[in-house]
């Protein structure tokens, strides 16, 4: 079992930057693909970024180049940096966990926990 809990999410104005953090529990961390996803109203839930128990990453091309995805396996944590923000940036962001073999990284239905989800606002 794995639990999630996002943090840092905020309002910002365009061009801005901020940090989300995402602190889980389970002994399982460390073996897991992890992700950020996000879902603006009126809109589906769409990928952001993962990364592997090994520290690869994979963005969206939206966010590749301003985003920047890590992990602290011995603090259980992973981070979402995130620059240059624009409005259309503006959504609920989750953080996610899966198996490392339970398919595509980039697919939300792949994922098995999900945390609460944290709101970012890009003003403009």
């Known amino acids: 079992q794995v639990q999630l809990v996002e943090s840092g999410g905020g309002l910002v104005q365009a061009g801005g930057s901020l940090r989300l953090s995402c602190a889980a529990s389970g002994r399982t961390f460390s073996s897991r693909t992890m992700g950020w996803f996000r879902q603006a109203p009126g809109k589906e839930r769409e990928f952001v970024a993962t990364i592997t128990s090994g520290s690869s990453t994979h963005y969206a091309d939206s966010v590749k180049d301003r985003f920047t995805i890590s992990r602290d396996n011995a603090k259980k944590t992973v981070h979402l940096q995130m620059n240059s923000l624009k409005p259309e940036d503006t959504a609920v962001y989750y953080c996610?966990?899966?198996?490392?073999?339970?398919?595509?990284?980039?697919?939300?239905?792949?994922?098995?926990?999900w945390g609460q989800g944290t709101q970012v606002t890009v003003s403009s």
């Open positions: 996610a966990a899966k198996s490392a073999y339970s398919g595509a990284s980039y697919y939300w239905g792949n994922y098995d926990y």
